[in-house]
């Protein structure tokens, strides 16, 4: 073997060796796959719900993602923290369980795998098709670090059956905050709301920055359009999270098939309910879920729909 083949070879090698001990060993609790790019932006996703546990744009940074300390690993629990997937149910909005039974699923396979990205395939089973949502699809998820360190996802899904279905859908990522009380999100003034504290009353935003003195459970859509030239270059919209404790702001690109987003903090009562996530833990993290949600998505059989989302970090 030339020297050149070896060293490729070597690399391929000790990257397998490494994304096999993270996938034995489990980073945290969960079996996952690390990535890590040349400029040394990394993430980890669990193979458990394909289900993004951190992300670090740059080197030595810590993950933009909050997962709660108090978060559960087993192989019935949702993830409290990173990027849980919903699907095919966004939280109560139909007969299955909240938030649908993807980011609870075992059975996520690597479909492909290189070093700045992996992708998961979830396809129907006997326990889906014993479920409230029986029908038969396959969903692949996309994870991939770019090569500035951003975060970018695309969720395909398929309709693999013969007959038309329908579902609702978000990735409902936890952006981790120094101190929810002085962060705000941005981005939805004069965009329509269901507000889930009053029963989905529907309300117009008003405000340009969205602050948190309580309670926040919004589905935001359909959301303000984004130009053909966003930065993943899919007619995406941007939404941002400012956060001036940590001097940064968070830029969430979507493309246009995620038409609404979700903004959540559960302050004191709620935190407080929830076995999984400690008490205060609230200060330090805000929901924002790129989804389609108000208008459920219908797919006849053999169509697809897909989806994508794109996250950067800015001072
Ligand atoms: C949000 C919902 O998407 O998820 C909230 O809008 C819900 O109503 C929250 O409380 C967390 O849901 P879960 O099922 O992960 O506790």
Redesign the pocket.
């Known amino acids: 073997m030339r020297p050149l083949q070896s060293a490729c070879a070597l690399t391929i090698f000790s990257s397998l060796i490494v994304n096999l001990l993270a996938m034995s060993q489990g980073a945290g609790q969960a079996a996952t796959v690390s990535l890590r790019n040349s400029v040394g932006s990394k993430l980890e996703v669990a193979k458990h719900g394909a289900h993004v546990l951190t992300w670090s744009p740059g080197v030595n940074e810590e993950s933009v993602l909050f997962v709660s300390p108090a978060a559960k690993f087993g192989p019935q629990d ?1 993830i ?1 923290g990173g990027i ?1 997937i ?1 699907f095919p149910q ?3 909005r139909g007969a299955l369980e ?2 649908g039974f993807c ?1 609870k699923n075992n059975d996520w396979a690597i479909a492909k795998q290189d070093e700045k990205s992996v992708e998961f395939e979830l396809k129907d089973s006997e326990s889906t098709r014993a479920s409230a949502w029986p029908h038969t699809f396959q969903v692949n998820y996309l994870v991939e670090l770019t090569d500035e360190g951003n975060l970018a996802t695309k969720m395909k899904v398929k309709n693999t059956g013969s007959e038309q279905f329908t579902f609702t859908c ?1 990735l ?1 990522t936890y952006f981790g905050v120094g101190d929810i009380s002085s962060t705000s999100v941005e981005g939805l003034r004069g965009c329509e709301y269901e507000d ?1 504290l009053q029963g989905g009353k529907v309300l117009q935003e008003q405000e340009d920055a969205i602050r948190f003195e309580g309670e926040v ?3 935001y859509g359909p959301t303000p359009q984004g130009d053909e030239s966003g930065e993943d270059g899919e007619g995406t919209a941007e939404i941002e999270i400012k956060d001036q404790s940590h001097k940064r702001r968070i830029c969430i690109f979507k493309s246009s098939s995620f038409p609404d987003a ?1 903004v ?1 903090n ?1 302050w004191i009562e ?1 935190s407080q309910k ?1 076995a999984d996530l400690p008490d205060d833990a609230y200060k330090r993290f805000v ?1 924002v ?1 790129v989804g389609a949600i108000r208008q459920p998505v219908s797919l006849q059989p053999q169509q697809e729909w897909e989806a994508s989302q794109a996250i950067s970090v800015k001072s």
């Open positions: 949702a409290r849980p919903c966004f939280g109560p909240q938030h980011r978000a409902h889930s459970d919004r589905v979700v959540w559960p709620k929830m929901c879920e």
